[in-house]
């Protein structure tokens, strides 16, 4: 039996489709940041006061013909546990140029956007994570390996 996927594009489409996909380029399309030093260095004098939020969302930006542009936002907030004071903000928008070589459904478009797109982009945030805290005069912020390992 043939499993069809809830966008209505059967598994090899699907298929099809990832394996046509070329990607790019991928650029940093607009980033924030925001720190209270005192405050920062404060919860982490005594440790387990920090609670760290992740989250991540992606979607579609543009689709043509041949190509399609995906985006995925990015956040990092470092509060305390007690005063629930924002101590660390960092978040970004990445966005990826994904060209084809033939006419694709958008709905497969949307779902690989949705699914697989952040396995392309999440090492880019790593990435950015921990340079700009290293930048930012605090030991350098070192997130997950695994996609699935941080919230949505």
Known sequence: MKRTQRTGQSNDQYGRFVRDLRLFNVALVRCASQIDHSAYFELHKR????????????????????????????????????????????????????????????????RFANTE???VLWPYFREFVNDLSARMWIPPITIPLSVAAHSN
């Open 47 to 110: 440790e387990g006061n920090a609670s760290r939020n992740l989250s991540a969302q992606y979607g579609l930006a543009r689709v043509a013909a041949d190509f399609f542009d995906a985006y995925a936002d990015f956040k990092l907030e470092i509060t305390g546990k007690k005063k629930k004071q924002k101590v660390l903000l960092i978040k970004c928008r990445y966005e990826a140029h994904i060209h084809l070589s033939r006419k694709f459904d958008r709905s497969c478009a949307e």
């Open 117 to 119: 797109f952040r396995v």
